[in-house]
Protein backbone atom coordinates (compact mmCIF):
# COMPACT_ATOMS: atom_id res chain seq x y z
CA UNK A 1 0.00 0.00 0.00
CA UNK A 2 1.41 3.36 -0.78
CA UNK A 3 2.51 5.82 1.68
CA UNK A 4 -0.70 8.29 1.95
CA UNK A 5 -0.43 9.91 5.54
CA UNK A 6 2.82 11.36 7.42
CA UNK A 7 1.99 12.58 10.86
CA UNK A 8 4.12 15.49 12.29
CA UNK A 9 5.74 15.81 16.01
CA UNK A 10 7.03 19.32 16.70
CA UNK A 11 6.65 22.35 19.06
CA UNK A 12 3.67 24.22 20.52
CA UNK A 13 5.72 27.18 21.10
CA UNK A 14 5.47 30.40 19.46
CA UNK A 15 9.12 32.09 21.72
CA UNK A 16 11.01 29.47 19.24
CA UNK A 17 13.35 30.79 16.34
CA UNK A 18 12.62 31.42 12.77
CA UNK A 19 14.84 28.84 11.18
CA UNK A 20 12.32 26.66 13.10
CA UNK A 21 9.14 27.93 11.72
CA UNK A 22 10.30 28.39 8.23
CA UNK A 23 11.60 24.28 8.41
CA UNK A 24 7.92 23.78 9.78
CA UNK A 25 6.30 26.07 6.83
CA UNK A 26 8.69 24.41 4.35
CA UNK A 27 7.54 20.47 5.48
CA UNK A 28 3.87 21.77 5.64
CA UNK A 29 4.03 22.95 2.07
CA UNK A 30 5.69 20.00 0.49
CA UNK A 31 3.78 17.33 2.65
CA UNK A 32 0.96 19.07 0.51
CA UNK A 33 2.72 19.35 -2.73
CA UNK A 34 3.90 15.44 -2.67
CA UNK A 35 0.31 14.41 -2.08
CA UNK A 36 0.21 13.31 1.25
CA UNK A 37 -2.19 13.47 3.76
CA UNK A 38 -0.74 15.56 7.66
CA UNK A 39 -2.28 14.27 11.12
CA UNK A 40 -0.45 16.52 13.40
CA UNK A 41 -1.52 17.52 17.19
CA UNK A 42 -4.35 20.07 16.73
CA UNK A 43 -2.52 23.05 18.56
CA UNK A 44 -2.75 26.78 16.62
CA UNK A 45 0.19 28.09 17.70
CA UNK A 46 3.89 27.34 17.38
CA UNK A 47 5.39 25.01 14.70
CA UNK A 48 1.76 23.12 15.27
CA UNK A 49 0.48 25.78 13.68
CA UNK A 50 2.44 26.58 11.02
CA UNK A 51 3.26 23.19 9.27
CA UNK A 52 -1.06 22.73 9.71
CA UNK A 53 -1.41 26.29 8.06
CA UNK A 54 1.23 25.97 5.20
CA UNK A 55 0.08 21.83 4.77
CA UNK A 56 -3.83 23.29 4.33
CA UNK A 57 -3.00 26.13 2.67
CA UNK A 58 -0.93 24.02 -0.36
CA UNK A 59 -4.31 22.81 -0.76
CA UNK A 60 -3.66 19.54 1.59
CA UNK A 61 -5.82 17.44 3.55
CA UNK A 62 -4.82 18.24 7.56
CA UNK A 63 -5.98 16.03 10.25
CA UNK A 64 -5.82 17.59 13.97
CA UNK A 65 -5.71 15.22 16.86
CA UNK A 66 -6.21 16.88 20.12
CA UNK A 67 -6.88 15.99 23.58
CA UNK A 68 -9.59 17.50 25.70
CA UNK A 69 -7.60 19.12 28.15
CA UNK A 70 -6.22 21.11 25.15
CA UNK A 71 -9.37 22.19 23.76
CA UNK A 72 -10.78 23.54 26.77
CA UNK A 73 -7.42 26.17 26.99
CA UNK A 74 -8.69 27.11 23.37
CA UNK A 75 -5.93 25.74 21.86
CA UNK A 76 -7.00 23.97 18.80
CA UNK A 77 -6.82 25.02 15.28
CA UNK A 78 -9.47 26.98 12.48
CA UNK A 79 -12.95 25.22 11.85
CA UNK A 80 -11.48 24.65 8.31
CA UNK A 81 -9.25 21.31 9.46
CA UNK A 82 -10.67 18.02 10.43
CA UNK A 83 -10.44 18.02 14.51
CA UNK A 84 -10.34 14.90 16.47
CA UNK A 85 -10.40 15.43 19.90
CA UNK A 86 -9.46 12.30 22.58
CA UNK A 87 -9.86 11.50 25.85
CA UNK A 88 -6.34 12.31 26.94
CA UNK A 89 -2.57 12.01 25.80
CA UNK A 90 -2.54 8.40 25.68
CA UNK A 91 -5.63 8.29 23.16
CA UNK A 92 -4.01 11.14 20.93
CA UNK A 93 -0.48 9.40 20.41
CA UNK A 94 -2.69 6.11 19.78
CA UNK A 95 -4.48 7.86 17.20
CA UNK A 96 -1.67 9.57 15.49
CA UNK A 97 0.40 6.70 15.77
CA UNK A 98 -2.41 4.95 14.29
CA UNK A 99 -3.20 7.03 11.55
CA UNK A 100 0.33 7.62 9.88
CA UNK A 101 2.63 5.74 7.02
CA UNK A 102 5.75 7.58 8.07
CA UNK A 103 6.48 9.52 11.21
CA UNK A 104 8.64 13.49 10.74
CA UNK A 105 9.46 14.93 14.29
CA UNK A 106 10.64 18.45 13.83
CA UNK A 107 12.09 20.10 16.83
CA UNK A 108 10.37 20.31 19.95
CA UNK A 109 10.22 19.66 23.60
CA UNK A 110 9.30 16.93 26.14
CA UNK A 111 6.16 15.95 24.30
CA UNK A 112 8.27 15.61 20.69
CA UNK A 113 11.15 14.01 22.11
CA UNK A 114 8.32 11.31 23.54
CA UNK A 115 6.13 11.10 20.70
CA UNK A 116 9.41 9.83 18.49
CA UNK A 117 11.19 8.02 21.01
CA UNK A 118 7.91 5.80 21.26
CA UNK A 119 7.63 5.09 17.45
CA UNK A 120 11.49 4.51 17.30
CA UNK A 121 10.74 1.79 20.61
CA UNK A 122 7.82 0.27 18.94
CA UNK A 123 9.84 0.11 15.34
CA UNK A 124 12.12 -1.58 17.87
CA UNK A 125 9.93 -4.06 19.28
CA UNK A 126 9.09 -5.14 15.78
CA UNK A 127 5.46 -3.36 16.13
CA UNK A 128 5.43 -1.43 13.16
CA UNK A 129 7.89 -0.83 10.42
CA UNK A 130 7.30 2.78 9.15
CA UNK A 131 9.58 5.05 8.45
CA UNK A 132 10.90 7.64 10.88
CA UNK A 133 12.69 10.77 10.21
CA UNK A 134 14.19 13.44 12.75
CA UNK A 135 14.33 16.70 11.29
CA UNK A 136 17.71 18.18 12.66
CA UNK A 137 16.67 21.25 11.79
CA UNK A 138 19.82 23.97 12.92
CA UNK A 139 21.75 20.57 14.53
CA UNK A 140 18.55 20.68 17.25
CA UNK A 141 18.95 16.87 17.71
CA UNK A 142 22.75 16.65 17.32
CA UNK A 143 22.80 16.19 21.54
CA UNK A 144 19.82 13.51 20.83
CA UNK A 145 22.04 11.65 18.43
CA UNK A 146 25.47 11.90 20.51
CA UNK A 147 23.45 10.42 23.67
CA UNK A 148 22.16 7.40 21.35
CA UNK A 149 26.08 7.25 20.23
CA UNK A 150 26.96 6.79 23.75
CA UNK A 151 23.93 4.40 24.01
CA UNK A 152 25.45 2.43 21.39
CA UNK A 153 29.35 2.92 22.69
CA UNK A 154 28.27 1.60 26.07
CA UNK A 155 25.96 -1.13 24.99
CA UNK A 156 22.70 0.20 26.07
CA UNK A 157 21.61 0.52 22.51
CA UNK A 158 22.29 -2.56 19.74
CA UNK A 159 24.24 -0.88 16.93
CA UNK A 160 22.04 -1.77 14.20
CA UNK A 161 18.82 0.21 15.80
CA UNK A 162 20.54 2.93 15.15
CA UNK A 163 19.09 2.69 11.61
CA UNK A 164 15.39 2.31 12.89
CA UNK A 165 15.23 5.85 11.82
CA UNK A 166 16.93 8.75 9.39
CA UNK A 167 17.97 12.03 10.41
CA UNK A 168 17.39 15.08 7.83
CA UNK A 169 18.69 18.30 7.29
CA UNK A 170 15.91 19.69 5.74
CA UNK A 171 12.33 19.09 4.72
CA UNK A 172 13.64 17.91 1.28
CA UNK A 173 15.65 15.69 2.30
CA UNK A 174 13.11 13.79 5.26
CA UNK A 175 10.41 13.46 2.35
CA UNK A 176 12.59 12.08 -0.07
CA UNK A 177 13.92 9.58 2.68
CA UNK A 178 10.28 9.27 3.03
CA UNK A 179 9.30 8.67 -0.71
CA UNK A 180 11.94 6.55 -1.37
CA UNK A 181 11.64 4.09 2.06
CA UNK A 182 11.73 0.19 1.81
CA UNK A 183 10.22 -1.43 4.68
CA UNK A 184 12.91 -4.18 6.00
CA UNK A 185 12.28 -7.45 5.42
CA UNK A 186 11.03 -10.32 8.16
CA UNK A 187 14.44 -11.79 7.61
CA UNK A 188 16.60 -8.01 8.15
CA UNK A 189 15.27 -7.66 11.13
Known amino acids: MPLQTITVYCSSSDAVADVYKSAARELGTLIARRGYNLVYGGSRVGLMGIVSDAAWDAGGTVLAIMPSLFQAADLPHNEQIELLITEGMRARKTMMEERAD???ALPGGFGTLEEVLE???N??????????????VDD???????QIDTGIAKHFIRPQFRNLFHVAATPVEALDYVASYVAPSEDSR
Open 140 to 146: YYAPLME
Open 102 to 104: AFI
Open 123 to 136: KQLRLHVKPIVLLN
Open 119 to 121: VIT
